[in-house]
């Protein structure tokens, strides 16, 4: 099938080169009137097109121009930082549009309010992508990051534990670890910093999330096997001198965030972000003895920066620092108790620091040549014990990509460039069992560099292909080539279908990738050499926009497979006395299929719909080819939310369908977990610059029963807290408000 689907789209594509498309181009103007009534031409102005969420930008002179597709109706908005913003709806037959701003003491007391989707499938990508914009995070608190997928049935977030708090996320039916995540395109969560990566993320520090499905383009990296996810951050500028977020739940947990655009000038603008949470509780819900979360503060602190020049070069830079204490295990254990076999207790403390440095310069005028460098510098260290498990570790990462970019014509268009990064993990790792000892170092050096080159025809946004390569030279593992393609066609703008394959490899991190294993009564050998890890993606996608509904319904399908070459297989069940780590022999691979549909059928009345299924296996010593463990089958989700005029009031509410995941063996739950729900409700009340949001989670109070195996002997070898397929906290309500000021 994904054979003759890929000679069916090779085919279009031939026959489409012989065919010239109608085209319907739109030209248009930017200018700006001066204080003194005179008014010149406006560079680099950003020009958005309302109903196809595409972001243009004015050249030098102001100029600019698109193909509207055959739309019969246009909206347009012309912004520049400081200046009004101006608004044209423009009908058929319109082929020139010309925009005026006015300079910032013109503004007049008014503002333009329009409702952002909050979760819509690209319509311009070559590849699979799922928005989740501002407003889709608005749907529930999303204190952070980790807790913004509910309305996504593409990504599962769960525990990784019941006792550190650590979440996992899950992509294409397997762990994140395999999914590159990316932040405005830099690599980032890798590593040491990965167990508690989702938490140092705010939700409300994000402007949007990208979710793109399959190994996705070579030029960020070899890193990515089932997807990428893309964070774009609060922007410099962003017309909100100030920003504050402030959360409470029932639970005491309890968050602020304050976030502050300034533009200093035409060049200069910056933009800080803070955030402070803490959990001081100690929740005890199943009464086992254990905290179900542990208690936990956490600060934030970062700072970006943008220059922009009159010739067009674009510098960004800015840092992030954090700082992250956590206290688990039995209710009566605290910070700084002397450990010791009669209670079992964990500390975490995670500090972390990232900078980086982005620049691009246009080679020409129009910008269709330009280079651009990036680099990044990331520092964390973990110091933690687990009962009387040691682990400490501490990473610094370099990474830098130098990139070229020549676009020839509207069709064609290449990407060359040198990516090289480096690892230093300095890792401690003590266990104390049984009355042993075992120390080991599986810390490690390792460096990459490699070229890469990636080729994009575009005709007419009818047809895209997209091929890539690069061909990293490892220290450790020697030359790693990773091939990759994407297509897509779009039979009409309402009909599109993709298509894409590639390769991805990844360096394994032992305990880091594995961190909830510490917290089980196993002895953890980790003197083992792990192969790096390799596979292959497929997919396929068909998305449909219908036209019906308020706004464009949009209907949308995808299979995806990944088949893994070698993989490091982390096995409970081979041997109950200790973790088992081995490199694969045999078949590794997981087939996921998946709908969405969208649909708007009054004004202001969204729905969404999203279900997902999962065919997993991986071949474990002993038992063979099996499904593969505590992988969830399927995972369905429901949103509606509703509007009132000016949104006023903003009522959402989401059902999540859990399907069952097959359990281990020693586990008396039996072979799989049961199927459950979710239900989450938020009720939004807008009073000009100030929103007041109540909502509660977990309304129907489902848990886990027996998280953690043995809780009453938690030094012996069954003690375990990994089992994990269902939420681990109750019913939570909370209250929050968001308040902010516009220039």
Known sequence: MLKKAIVVVVLLFFGSLCNTAISQVVKGSVKVKKYNGETEAMPYATVYWIERHIALESDQNGLFSFDRKGADTVSLVATFIGHTKDTLIITNGVSQVDFVLKEGNELQAARVITRQQGNYISKLSSIKTEVITAAGLCKMACCNLAESFENSASVTVGYSDAITGARQIRLLGLSGIYMQMLDENRPIMRGISSPFGLSYVPGQWLESIQIAKGPSSVINGLEAITGQINLEHRKPTAENPLFVNLFLSNMLRSEANIASSLQLNRKWSTVLLTHFSTDPSNHDSNHDGFRDEPKSLQFNLSNRWLYMADNGVQVRFGFKALSDSRVGGMVDFEKGDVRDESIWGSNIENRGFN???????????????????????????????????????????????????????????????LNAHTDNYKEYFTDYYLGAYFNHTPGRLEKAIGPYAEYTYNQDEKITVVAGIRADYNDIHGWLVAPRVNLKYSFTPELIFRALGGRGFRSPNLIADNLGVLSTGRRINTDFEPDIEDAWTYGLNFTAYLPFGYEDASISFDYFRTDFNSQVIVDQELDLGKISFYNLDGRSFTNTYQVDLNYEPLERLSLLGTFRYSDSKVTLAGQGLVDKPLTSKYKGVFNVQYATRMNKWTFDFTAQLNGPSKMPYFVDEGRNSPVYTMLFAQVTKKMRDLEIYVGAENLTNYKQKHPILNSDRPYSQGFNSTIIWGPLMGFKAYIGLRYTMWK
């Open 355 to 417: 900078g980086y440095l982005k620049v691009g310069i246009p080679l020409n005028s129009d910008n269709s040549q330009n280079i651009a460098a990036v680099f990044d510098y990331a520092y964390h260290q973990m110091e933690s014990y687990f009962g009387l498990k040691d682990y400490n570790g501490y990473q610094n990462s370099l990474y830098m990509n130098l990139i070229y970019q020549n676009e020839m014509n509207q069709n064609h268009k290449f990407s060359l460039g």
